[in-house]
Antibody
Framework: QVQLKESGPGLVQPSETLSLTCTVSGFSLTSYSVSWVRQPSGKGPEWMGR???????AYNSALKSRLSISRDTSKNQVFLKMNSLQTDDTGTYYCTRDRLRRGFDYWGQGVMVTVSS | DVVLTQTPPTLSATIGQSVSISCRSSQSLLHSNGNTYLNWLLQRPGQPPQLLIY???RLESGVPNRFSGSGSGTDFTLKISGVEAEDLGVYYCVQSTHAPPTFGGGTKLELK
């Protein structure tokens, strides 16, 4: 069955870099795209960026200067790196399978990231 | 970016009651290919969002048929015909017609 699982540090220092991994199973990264979506506590979700099935990437312009998404298809993993973290980057970070017609049809459980010294 | 405005922000309902949630877009969500990429998600407490409806009105596999979606252009509605306890949570509309994908502010469905 389709599964996605995020992993990474729960606490990041201000101005440091966040590195997250999304490990997928039940589908191929060369057939489906994967997006990263984040959600501050008590607020709505925000789309961050996408790893297209063909290896291309797309980013939210508000985050583009700080964000990088990559993948390792042999390990079924998609990576997120975001630098210069601030306290308002605190929230839950999700990876989600991203289909053209169905949109975000499967989600990981999310990883809570706190930016604090 | 496209702004999606959901109303009401909070909805109180009794079990069995039918309710509707509105999602209005700042611009038409009709794509040049004829599709309208407007979906509805439900986020139960402590859980990730789950897809309920895609392309305005198509029910995702496994979703009960008490959920229905309608609308076109800039105005969309999610209806629940007979709320059940498992339906409680926050509902989000999300569009992907225009880049970047954007989410509505959410509607919290709670028990009256």
């Amino acid at each position: 069955q389709v599964q996605l699982k995020e992993s990474g540090p729960g606490l990041v220092q201000p101005s440091e870099t966040l590195s997250l991994t999304c490990t997928v199973s039940g589908f191929s990264l060369t057939s489906y795209s994967v997006s990263w979506v984040r959600q501050p506590s008590g607020k709505g979700p925000e789309w961050m960026g996408r790893m297209w099935y063909d290896g291309d990437t797309a980013y939210n312009s508000a985050l583009k200067s700080r964000l990088s998404i990559s993948r390792d298809t042999s390990k079924n993993q998609v990576f997120l790196k975001m630098n210069s973290l601030q306290t308002d980057d605190t929230g839950t970070y999700y990876c989600t399978r991203d289909r053209l017609r169905r949109g975000f049809d499967y989600w990981g459980q999310g990883v809570m990231v706190t930016v604090s010294s | 970016d496209v702004v999606l405005t959901q109303t009401p922000p909070t909805l109180s309902a009794t079990i069995g009651q039918s309710v509707s949630i509105s999602c209005r877009s700042s611009q038409s969500l009709l794509h040049s290919n004829g599709n309208t990429y407007l979906n509805w998600l439900l986020q139960r407490p402590g859980q990730p969002p789950q897809l309920l409806i895609y392309l305005v009105s198509r029910l995702e596999s496994g979703v009960p048929n008490r959920f229905s979606g309608s609308g076109s252009g800039t105005d969309f509605t999610l209806k629940i015909s007979g709320v059940e306890a498992e339906d409680l949570g926050v509902y989000y509309c999300v569009q992907s017609t225009h880049a970047p994908p954007t989410f509505g502010g959410g509607t919290k469905l709670e028990l009256k």
